[in-house]
T-cell receptor, first 117, second 113 residues
Framework: AQKVTQAQTEISVVEKEDVTLDCVYE???????LFWYKQPPSGELVFLIR??????QNEISGRYSWNFQKSTSSFNFTITASQVVDSAVYFC??????????????FGTGTSLTVIP | DAGVTQSPTHLIKTRGQQVTLRCSPK?????VSWYQQALGQGPQFIFQ???????QRGNFPDRFSGHQFPNYSSELNVNALLLGDSALYLC????????????FGPGTRLTVT
């Protein structure tokens, strides 16, 4: 069975602080994809990053960075120098390829980030 | 380039009624997935449509049904509404051949009273 756990329900930081959002996943499949989505109050899920199980190279994109570690089944997300506009709910998701299109996602319960000015 | 659109934005129904939600995929996409997101929870997969057929289904009862049209747009139907069906319903589109990320619409907020 597939499962995504985001242990942090809510996080508050002061603007310009760094913040890391944790994600732990479970799957027995050797091929899988991990995602981070941002959901602002408007409700629309915004794609941030995708990683496949064969690519453990971590990445930095502007103020965002990701730490993927298969050994601990973790896919953590860090925002440096946080801004008020970063306030949103962040979801980690797992996709395991199925037959046909293989687009069934398993989402965590989300981490609500509040950046205080 | 139009993104995923959903209608209506908000909807209020009474227990026992039926509801139809609509979704138009992003231009160039041919696959539509539906998710239910209860308050404070992550989205839960309902089902996915491709080539006008339901391809995969999550753990939802038969009261939840759908349809995909030749233009790739899709409908989600829920019969015999329950209070627990109150949620944000998200539609996501993707393209079969790429296995890339899904693009989500803004959702339809359904309230059942």
């Amino acid at each position: 069975a597939q499962k995504v756990t985001q242990a942090q329900t809510e996080i508050s930081v002061v603007e310009k602080e760094d913040v890391t959002l944790d994600c732990v996943y479970e799957t027995r499949d050797t091929t899988y994809y991990l995602f981070w989505y941002k959901q602002p109050p408007s409700g629309e899920l915004v794609f941030l990053i995708r990683r496949n199980s064969f690519d453990e190279q971590n990445e930095i994109s502007g103020r965002y960075s990701w730490n993927f570690q298969k050994s601990t089944s973790s896919f953590n997300f860090t925002i440096t120098a946080s801004q008020v506009v970063d306030s949103a709910v962040y979801f980690c998701a797992l996709r395991v390829p199925q037959s046909n299109t293989g687009n069934q996602f398993y989402f965590g319960t989300g981490t609500s980030l509040t950046v205080i000015p | 380039d139009a993104g995923v659109t959903q209608s209506p934005t908000h909807l209020i129904k009474t227990r026992g009624q039926q509801v139809t939600l609509r979704c138009s995929p992003k231009s160039g996409h041919d696959t539509v997935s539906w998710y239910q997101q209860a308050l404070g929870q992550g989205p839960q997969f309902i089902f996915q449509y491709y080539e006008e057929e339901e391809r995969q289904r999550g753990n939802f009862p038969d009261r939840f049904s759908g349809h995909q049209f030749p233009n790739y747009s899709s409908e989600l139907n829920v019969n015999a509404l329950l209070l627990g069906d109150s949620a944000l319903y998200l539609c996501a589109s993707s393209f079969r051949g790429q296995f890339y990320e899904q693009y989500f619409g803004p959702g339809t907020r359904l309230t059942v009273t």
